[in-house]
Each structure stands twice: as C-alpha cells, then as structure tokens.
C-alpha cells in the first residue's frame, strides 16, 4: 500500500478519500456479516433455535461475593 501524505492533500481530496473509505469499509462489513450469516446458518442445523449466550450457572453468585467482601472491608 502506498504512503499518502495527508497533509499535502486539500480538503477536497481528503473528503474524497474519507468518502471512497467509508464506502470500501461499508462493504467489507457487509461482507463480513454475510459470512458470519452463513456460519450462523450452518451452525444452527446442529440443534435448536440459535439463543443468546448465557452467564454459566452460579456466575451471578460468584459475582456477589467481591462485592460483599469488599463492602465488609471497608
């Protein structure tokens, strides 16, 4: 890739560049999502509706105790 200097460029040219970013970048993340669609796609063959990951049983007691600790401390 080639070094561009951007303080040489004029506004014109670097709103140009950011515009022809913006669009590059809009399709690769369109592209991107439609990858990561068709995996979800294949994935959720394996069983069931596609669900939320979840916080694994007893994370939220675990989470607790810190805080308890903490506030005993002090």
Known sequence: MQKVDLDAMSIEELA??????TVKLAEKVAARQK???AELEKLS??????RKASAPKG???SAKEPKESVAKAA
Do not use: H
């Not at 140009?16 to 970013?21: E, I, K, P, Q, V």
């Not at 063959?45 to 596609?50: D, L, N, R, V």
């Open 16 to 21: 140009a560049l950011r515009d022809s970013a």
């Open 35 to 37: 990858e990561l669609e």
């Open 45 to 50: 063959t394996f069983g069931g509706k596609p």
């Open 59 to 61: 994370a939220k007691e």
